[in-house]
């Protein structure tokens, strides 16, 4: 089981729609991730929190918002979506961000297909 | 910059036979190094890692042995099996990526009985 726990595993939005994607962490971890992943493609980096501060936003289109209520939870606002959006979206975590040795922890994703 | 390059895919292997998946990385400083795991349908899995040059990282019978020298971080695995099919990403983190994991491509096994 992994200790990173996303919900939920799959979600079908229209393009008017809104909704939340969550990640929960509770190994203490201060460094949370959201990356995308295309088929056949490594995940893209979308954003990194470190201690609850947003520290890289990699461009991100502003219909995905990010919000880190606190160090265990992370979530992933989504609004007005298009198509080419649907992806498998990852949250990961880490001790901390600059400790370059420790690895990242990855949940399970929310598979997102936009109609 | 930073960079992995691992090969293309799709590796195909019988059952109990050997597998390499080759990984090669450019990175400024001492990067650290992993091979992460991705099941059908599922996020990715650390598999291994190694921190510094000469180190070998193994879990459930996969090994990878940093080599500074040659900037490889190799994948190997005597014998694999049907549940070893999956995709394998190899990725390092340096200071020049600002910590941020840098991917390859991946490369898919499947492993026929």
């Known amino acids: 089981d992994t200790e990173v726990t996303q919900t939920p595993k799959h979600l079908v939005m229209g393009m008017t729609n809104k909704k939340s994607l969550k990640c929960e962490q509770h190994m203490g971890h201060r460094a949370m991730y959201w990356y995308k992943q295309k088929a056949k493609k490594p995940p893209e980096l979308m954003f990194v929190y470190s201690y609850e501060k947003l520290s890289i936003n990699e461009s991100v289109p502003s219909r995905f918002s990010p919000e880190c209520p606190n160090s265990s939870l992370l979530n992933l606002h989504l609004h007005a979506l298009q198509p080419e959006d649907s992806a498998l979206y990852l949250c990961a975590s880490s001790k901390d961000r600059v400790a370059l040795h420790q690895p990242q922890h990855f949940g399970d994703g929310t598979r997102l297909s936009i109609l | 910059g930073n960079s992995v390059t691992q090969m293309e895919g799709p590796v195909t292997l019988s059952e109990e036979a050997f597998l390499t998946i080759n990984c090669t990385y450019t990175?400024?400083?001492?990067?650290?190094l992993f091979w992460y795991v991705q099941y059908p349908g599922e996020g990715l899995q650390l598999l291994l890692k190694?921190?510094?040059?000469?180190d070998k990282g193994s879990n459930k019978g996969f090994e990878a042995t940093y080599r500074k020298e040659t900037t490889s971080f190799h994948l190997e695995k005597g014998s694999v099996q049907v549940s070893d099919s999956a995709v394998y990403f190899c990725?390092?983190?340096?200071?020049?990526?600002?910590?941020?994991?840098?991917f390859g491509k991946g490369t898919k096994l499947s492993v026929k009985p």
């Open positions: 990725a390092l983190t340096s200071f020049g990526s600002q910590g941020n994991l840098i």
């Open positions: 990175a400024t400083g001492y990067p650290s």
């Open positions: 190694a921190t510094k040059a000469d």
